[in-house]
């Protein structure tokens, strides 16, 4: 069964910071492109950062440029997105998704990703 699993979301004050992970089970992300999106409440899911199949590639929102650094552990079939600083407005529902590499666009929009993960829920409040 092809899956993807996100852990290490939980409630954080605002400056905190946390790592969310992302592990594929069944499929082998070396030959995936991988998004990590958000979606909070009452809003569009929207990109928040991308990594190309070799790592070599990474792309960020404006909003999270210099705070998020999202990278991979191939031998561990997994990717991450340490988090730092952390703002009320980073609150939201946090996916992975992987798109197959033959898709040209390293960043690709949630409707062209082939696999998401359920999620994991990241609240910023004091």
């Known amino acids: 069964q092809l899956q993807l699993v996100e852990s290490g979301g939980g409630l954080v004050q605002p400056g905190g910071s946390l790592r969310l992970s992302c592990v594929a089970s069944g499929f082998s992300l070396d030959y995936y492109n991988i998004g990590w999106f958000r979606q909070a409440p009452g809003k569009e899911r929207e990109g928040v950062s991308c990594?190309?199949?070799?790592?070599?590639?990474?792309y960020y929102a404006d909003s999270v440029k210099g705070r998020f650094t999202m990278s991979r552990d191939i031998g561990a079939n997994t990717v991450h997105l340490q988090m730092n600083s952390l703002k009320p407005e980073d609150t939201a529902v946090y996916y992975c998704?992987?798109?197959?590499?033959?898709?040209?666009?390293?960043?690709?929009?949630?409707?062209?990703?082939?696999?998401w993960g359920k999620g994991t829920l990241v609240t910023v409040s004091s």
């Open positions: 998704a992987a798109v197959h590499l033959t898709v040209a666009t390293i960043c690709t929009p949630p409707d062209g990703m082939h696999y």
């Open positions: 990594i190309s199949s070799s790592g070599s590639v990474v």
